[in-house]
């Protein structure tokens, strides 16, 4: 059962335009999501969150938005650049417990 | 700089010849995580500590076994390695349950 689901297995881009990445989950109760980059060969690089009591948080040309009604989440990249190429992984926690659950990632190929 | 090490990067076995990954992390964190990675799936939580408190996920195969000596160290053993174990293993600290987690390189497993 996979209750984080980033359908779109890769995305690709051109540099200075925005990037947008998707997640969709099934679990209500999630009240904490993340957005990790990973670099092949490297570990996950926690890059931003999002507490379920807002719908929007922005850090630097990172964006994320949250639809809990349509328990959707979206990552936006503005502008995008060539050193983003990587996978995105968005993934979900309920406070209190202790699993982080992750989608199974977007590859996104940003080119000059 | 504060991180999480682990080593090797690459480790290659044979087919039931136990192996030990090790992880290291100079956060001081209180939480400690190992995830399993297979190619194009998510990370998969295979257990955790807390302090010195075990906390195996239901359907981590007994063939992988965890140890915490002390607060910096984290080791992931198997038992007797399968050609299905190869994969990327993460390991990954947080300060507690609630707050973000961090993940080191990484070591990829080669099952001969």
């Known amino acids: 059962d996979q209750q984080v689901k980033q359908n779109s297995p890769s995305l690709s881009v051109q540099e200075g335009r925005i990037s947008i990445l998707n997640c969709d989950y099934t679990n209500s109760m999630f009240d904490y999501f993340l957005w990790y980059k990973k670099y092949p060969a490297e570990g996950p690089t926690f890059l931003i969150s999002?507490?379920?009591?807002?719908d929007k948080n922005e850090d630097g040309r990172f964006t994320v938005f949250l639809n809990k009604s349509a328990k959707h989440l979206s990552l936006h990249i503005v502008p995008s650049q060539p050193g983003d190429s990587a996978v995105y992984f968005c993934?979900?926690?309920?406070?209190?417990?202790?699993?982080?659950?992750f989608g199974t990632g977007t590859r996104l190929l940003v080119s000059p | 700089d504060a991180m999480v090490i682990q080593n090797p990067r690459y480790q290659v076995t044979q087919f039931g010849k136990p192996v030990t990954l090790s992880c290291s992390q100079t956060l001081n964190h209180n939480v400690m995580y190992w995830y399993q990675q297979k190619s194009s799936q998510a990370p998969k939580l295979l257990f955790h500590y807390y302090d010195k408190d075990f906390n195996n996920e239901a359907d981590t195969p007994d063939n992988f076994q965890s140890r915490r000596p002390n607060t910096s160290f984290c080791f992931l053993d198997i038992r007797s390695p399968g050609l299905g174990d190869a994969a990327m293993y993460l390991c990954?600290?947080?300060?507690?349950?609630?707050?973000?987690?961090?993940f080191g390189p990484g070591t990829r497993l080669l099952v001969l």
């Open positions: 990954a600290t947080s300060r507690t349950h609630a707050e973000t987690q961090y």
């Open positions: 993934a979900a926690i309920i406070l209190g417990f202790q699993k982080l659950v």
């Open positions: 999002i507490s379920s009591i807002k």
